[in-house]
Structure formats: structure tokens, C-alpha cells
């Protein structure tokens, strides 16, 4: 079952204009065109959850005729560009819905802030590991 509570058996995905405008006009992203065949691959693969798991890399380098060495460079420019994020699963990516989403538009800005929240985490808890001898002498100093 899916995160968003949809059962689905993905046939096809959508794009956004302005995500595929992004892409088209790859200013911002410094892509290969080896990048992009690796990005239609991670969309092959793509669930309701807007998640890719893939295979090893040398299973993906027999499969869509890139090298291994491309391929890791690849995953790390869709990464820095924020199209894609590896996930806590294993060998799973999410796929950054502002691009490309399965299961329609009522799920999307879901889909978004899971996304968005990779990159914006919210802050852990923090405790102070100064002794209290220390924090009154930074006291005094004020």
C-alpha cells in the first residue's frame, strides 16, 4: 500500500511544464545527455510514492549501455540538481514531483513537502553539553 493510501499499478507518470521547461533549457543543472537517459531510467521505475528502486549499478550499466563510472556521476548530478533524493530505503531515490509525479494532482503537494523536507529538515533537539561552570563564566563575559 502506498504512502498516500492508493493502491496503484503505474502505467504512466506526469510532468510539469514548468519542471520539463527547467530541464529543456539544463542551465542551472550542468545534465549529460548520459544524465538523462539515467533520469528516464530512474522514471521507468518509478511507484506510486514517486520512488525509483533500482538495481546495482553494474545491472543498470548492462541494461542501458552506460558505464558504471557514468552512471554514479549521474546519480550525483540529478542529486545536486534536486531532481532526484536518496531515501532511507535501499537503493530507492525519490523523484522530485516538481518534475515528474505519478497518481494525479490530488496527492502532489504531498508528494512535494516529502519531497521539500529532504532538504529541509527540521532541526533535532539540541542539549547543551557545557557544564554549568562554563555557562556562568560566559554569563560574566556579558
Known amino acids: 500500500m502506498s ?28 545534465l549529460t545527455s548520459s544524465d538523462f537517459r539515467l ?51 535501499s537503493k530507492s531515490y525519490f523523484i522530485n514531483p516538481a518534475f515528474f509525479y505519478t497518481g494525479g494532482a490530488l496527492f502532489l503537494d504531498a508528494k512535494q513537502e516529502d519531497f521539500d523536507s529532504n532538504f529541509n529538515p527540521s532541526p533535532q533537539s539540541y542539549t547543551p553539553t557545557a557544564d554549568n561552570a562554563e555557562i556562568r563564566r560566559n554569563l560574566e563575559k556579558i
Open 39 to 89: 533520469l528516464f531510467y530512474l522514471l521507468s521505475k518509478i511507484d506510486e510514492d514517486n520512488r525509483a528502486t533500482i538495481p546495482k549499478q553494474k545491472d543498470i550499466s548492462a541494461e542501458i549501455n552506460i558505464s558504471i563510472r557514468k552512471i554514479s556521476e549521474g546519480l550525483r548530478r540529478l542529486r545536486e540538481a534536486k531532481i532526484i533524493v536518496k531515501t532511507d530505503e
Open 3 to 30: 504512502k498516500y493510501k492508493r493502491a496503484l499499478n503505474i502505467k504512466w507518470f506526469a510532468t510539469t511544464r514548468i519542471g520539463i521547461e527547467e530541464l529543456a533549457k539544463n542551465t542551472n543543472f550542468e
